[in-house]
């Protein structure tokens, strides 16, 4: 090897090698309590269980990915090659979600240099020798929205969206979907609303957008932030600002970000992520007990927690439906139900396909409460929850996931905060613990096992006498506590860096293998480990009920 070479391959060891430094850091994060580098801030047993409303039983689940990209924008891949791909794996919902801004190739990924039966309109001036673009409100309407039709045609059982991975003022890209029959709407809301394309640049016009579309496209939009700790630059403000502002259409966020495949998880680089890393595979939201996303549920925030795949290429993720997936409830086969079903809070996320069914319900003398309900509750009562699941035999890395333990994770309710306080600012719930960690091999079976699915399993527990409104919220996964480099004692994710650092402090100095023979080769070891890594650390995250304590009557 050369000196350069050598020198290469020691920028390229250092920079993996500082994640030894982060992964440090975010295991004593992680021991001390979310802070943040931001600022401070299937069916039911009958008889057993009271419904007031058909659609809690009246339905089924659908899996979903909201958000993946093509050559459209800056994916590696045709349009129809992915929507293909995500059918193939299984999906039954799947919106094209693709970058704000203006593009160069077409959804076959040919040049629109190279289409001289396409009339650019408006999009930037390439300059000499550079290739032209144009802007994503011409290719929404013009090529985005006939290819969705042609996949419709191709698979008819299935349901396909249009959607804008949008670059608010102000903050991280955020997922966009209208529920329109024509791509007018959401290229109207691109043309209008995206920095990368209008003349935007502060938080009110991020609030401005949200309102347009609640104001036009209420029940039939979505705005989830994708990947919101990635860049640093999306707010715990922000989420509560946009929350306030519509709360029927900012009514969660993509917790567990895509690239899942990748030796840096998520693509999280820890300079800049919020929390520095991910903790199995989902971000710093989300993941610590206690952090954002419970201080938003302590509010009664109905704030809702999705994933996605955000496709873009093999190298570091996987297609749409291999490995992440949205389980949402719908009461009909439209998109209308499954906004309906999002806004509902009725909805899961799982990684690898560690359960494809889950029922999850709180019930207090015969009445009961499913995902993202409210149970109404007496001081002192004990309701007893019950978690149902399935698992697949197999998962398309050939392996049969089974879940290994399960956290019941419980959480108060605290003042609903209000902007220029420091409430505002807050990114935590000092009120949420882990009430009760579960076993796997404490349930019972239901059901036996089918032809692709293994037996339909049950957990019941008695849940600690209620003092005071709060929340409930399920995860579960394949790990017991305590696995190395996956959980604590008590179940929990570690982070995922310190894995990497591990992985890289044995195969440069500890394994006794070759050294690699160039930054390319352990490029592309780092990828083959992430790979593995991701099929090995399996979870789901269940969204919450919560539950109110009222006077007897």
């Given at each position: 090897m050369?000196?350069t070479?050598?020198f ?6 250092a ?21 943040s ?35 459209l ?43 001289a039966?396409?009339?650019v ?5 390439g ?17 985005a ?12 059982d ?9 670059n608010?003022?102000g903050?991280?890209?955020v997922?966009v979907?209208i529920?329109?029959?024509g ?29 347009w ?16 700790e990635?860049s ?25 970000p ?22 199995g595979?989902?971000g ?24 996605s ?17 949205t ?19 009725r909805a899961f ?8 069914e ?12 499913y ?6 509750v ?19 890395a050939?392996?049969a ?16 905060a ?14 949420t ?55 604590d ?9 310190v894995?990497?650092?591990?992985w890289m ?8 293998s070759?050294p ?24 789901f ?13």
């Amino acid at each position: 090897m050369n000196r350069t070479g050598r020198f290469t391959l020691r920028r390229t060891l250092a920079f993996l090698l500082f994640f030894v430094g982060i992964g440090v850091a975010a295991a004593m994060l992680a021991a001390d309590g979310p802070r943040s580098s931001a600022p401070d801030g299937f069916g039911p047993d009958a008889g057993m269980l009271t419904v007031s409303d058909s659609s809690d039983t009246d339905g089924r689940w659908v899996t979903a990915d909201l958000h993946m990209h093509t050559c459209l924008t800056d994916g590696d891949h045709p349009f129809h090659e992915v929507k293909d791909r995500a059918v193939g794996f299984g999906l039954d919902v799947i919106a094209n979600s693709e970058h704000g801004g203006a593009y160069t190739r077409d959804e076959n990924c040919i040049p629109w240099d190279d289409r001289a039966d396409v009339e650019v309109l408006g999009g930037p001036p390439g300059g000499a020798g550079e290739p032209s673009t144009m802007w994503r409100w011409q290719s929404l309407e013009e090529h985005a929205w006939p290819q969705l039709e042609a996949a419709r045609t191709r698979h008819p059982d299935r349901l396909f969206a249009l959607g804008l991975e949008w670059n608010p003022p102000g903050a991280d890209h955020v997922s966009v979907g209208i529920v329109r029959d024509g791509p007018e709407a959401i290229a109207t809301f691109a043309r209008q609303f995206d920095r990368r394309i209008a003349d935007l640049d502060g938080p009110e016009d991020a609030l401005r957008a949200i309102r347009w579309l609640d104001q036009h496209h209420r029940g039939r939009a979505w705005v989830l932030p994708a990947h919101p700790e990635r860049s640093g630059s999306t707010r715990v403000e922000d989420l509560r600002a946009w929350n306030d502002a519509a709360p029927d259409v900012a009514f969660g966020f993509e917790g567990a970000p895509g690239a899942q495949s990748a030796p840096i998880r998520g693509g999280f680089r820890p300079e800049r992520a919020m929390g520095g890393t991910t903790w199995g595979g989902v971000g710093f939201m989300a993941a610590p007990v206690g952090g954002i996303w419970d201080a938003l549920l302590g509010e009664g925030r109905e704030f809702w927690l999705f994933a996605s795949s955000d496709f873009h290429r093999q190298t570091g993720a996987f297609w749409p439906g291999e490995y992440t997936r949205t389980h949402i409830w719908v009461t009909d086969h439209t998109l209308e139900a499954v906004v309906a079903g999002m806004r509902s809070g009725r909805a899961f996320i799982t990684h690898g396909h560690l359960v494809d069914e889950l029922e999850i319900r709180v019930v207090h003398e015969g009445v009961g409460a499913y995902l993202g309900g409210t149970i109404r509750v007496p001081a002192g009562a004990t309701p007893e929850l019950i978690i149902r699941w399935r698992s697949p035999l197999e998962n398309p890395a050939g392996d049969a996931p089974e879940v290994a333990a399960v956290q019941v994770i419980r959480g108060d309710r605290t003042a609903r905060a209000h902007p220029n306080t420091p409430a505002w600012s807050s990114t935590r719930n000092p009120t949420t613990r882990i009430e009760t960690l579960l076993r796997a091999s404490e349930a019972r079976e239901v059901e036996p096992a089918t032809e692709a699915k293994g037996p339909l399993l049950e957990l019941r527990v008695e849940l600690e006498p209620i003092s005071s409104s709060g929340y409930l919220r399920v995860r579960g996964t394949n790990h017991e506590p305590d696995t190395p480099l996956h959980t604590d004692p008590d179940g929990s994710p570690l982070p995922d860096a310190v894995a990497l650092s591990h992985w890289m402090l044995d195969r440069i100095f500890l394994g006794g293998s070759p050294p690699p023979a160039s930054p390319e080769a352990l490029l592309a070891e780092a990828f083959r480990w992430g790979e593995e890594r991701a099929w090995s650390d399996l979870w789901f995250y269940a969204n919450p009920i919560f539950m109110d304590v009222v006077e007897d009557e």
